[in-house]
């Protein structure tokens, strides 16, 4: 197959920092690129993706406003009549899609990590009937969804298996959170479970602008216990040494978060996960056999007393058959096969 990925154009594929989007599409270029498919990019000027047969830059590197969307979705346009492919792929904005839509038969995969507006791929299912499907991070975000919901396939998002591997070598010494340091992302409950159990707890990640009070107040006056270390952004290096050493990933989420890639790359070193029952816990985490889905703070207390009776042998079998970069990129692939079908 031909493929052409456009995906938004703000950050580089791949991403030099942050870019969780940009990372899935960098590794599903790959993948398909492996697998004898012939794939093309439409990213920020900036990519570096080695892997496909030909970049392209958006004219302007910003989504949003009237102008930006018009020339963008004119890019793809002319992208799409230099290439010619069989299918696009599509992690881009909606609107980008609708000039070529207009202008040719070409089938069209979209892909959501983030909210799904119902108007909006309401209107896209109806222009584009047939050649029109969507794919969503996880089922959870097809519940708010009523006319076009049989349009959906729910596709996980994967970890770099071979990358985030166990490691029996390593003593395991403390429970870690990953993540935005912000009330959503439940940090001060890490915190409260770390205390209450007596056991060591590596907070990681980055303080965005406006949540500054929130590490001031909930955070930084516990960082004087022994028990409490905050130890900034980290990159995947850092990531692996935390993980691999984790007794439990602690993932206490106060919203509909679409999927969270951080329990998946836990599994994959074989770390449990105990996650709050939000978003896509229920469906990351086999309660009892990777983990644990639980509804507050005082059930993952309760967890955490019975985390040695997870396999840790069994977590990363189970990473590796749902979340690994060549299940889900097969899965991806036998849905656009369908489509040019």
């Not at 047939?130 to 089922?139: C, L, P, V, Y």
């Not at 029952?277 to 990351?284: A, C, D, H, M, T």
């Not at 840790?312 to 990473?319: A, E, G, N, S």
């Amino acid at each position: 197959m031909k493929i052409l990925i456009p995906v938004d154009p703000e950050i580089p594929v791949p991403p030099i920092h942050y870019g969780g989007i940009e990372r899935l599409v960098d590794g599903l270029a790959a993948e398909y690129t492996r697998m004898g498919h012939e794939v093309f990019l439409l990213a920020h000027k900036d990519s570096t993706q080695q892997d496909v047969k030909q970049r392209f830059a958006w004219k302007n590197q910003a989504s949003r406003g009237f102008r930006n969307t018009l020339q963008n979705a004119f890019t793809l346009l002319q992208v799409y009549r230099k290439v010619k492919p069989d299918v696009i792929h599509s992690f881009a904005r909606l609107m980008y899609l609708y000039p070529t839509m207009f202008s040719s038969r070409v089938p069209f995969l979209m892909t959501y990590e983030r909210f799904i507006s119902p108007k909006s791929t309401a209107l896209a299912s109806i222009l584009g009937g047939r050649r029109m499907h969507f794919t969503a991070a996880a089922d959870h975000m097809l519940n708010h969804l009523h006319s076009f919901k049989h349009k959906f396939t729910p596709i996980y998002n994967f970890t770099l298996s071979n990358y985030f591997i166990p490691s029996d070598a390593v003593p395991k010494e403390h429970i870690v959170f990953l993540g935005r340091i912000e009330d959503i992302k439940g940090t001060k409950e890490c915190i409260d479970v770390a205390l209450a159990t007596n056991n060591k707890l590596i907070i990681a990640g980055n303080i965005q602008p406006g949540h500054e009070q929130y590490f001031e107040q909930h955070i930084k006056p516990h960082l004087q216990n022994p028990l409490i270390e905050y130890v900034g952004p980290v990159n995947d290096e850092q990531k692996l040494f935390y993980l691999q050493r984790a007794k439990a990933f602690l993932f206490p989420i106060k919203w509909e978060e679409p999927f969270g890639i951080v329990m998946a790359e836990a599994m994959a070193c074989g770390t449990p996960v105990i996650g709050f029952n939000r978003g896509s816990v229920p469906e990351v985490v086999k309660h009892g056999q990777t983990g644990f889905v639980v509804e507050n703070v005082d059930e993952m207390i309760a967890a955490f007393a019975l985390i040695e009776n997870i396999d840790r042998k069994t977590v990363r079998l189970d990473c590796e058959n749902r979340f690994s970069l060549e299940k889900i990129a097969a899965q991806y692939l036998d849905l656009l096969k369908k489509l040019i079908g």
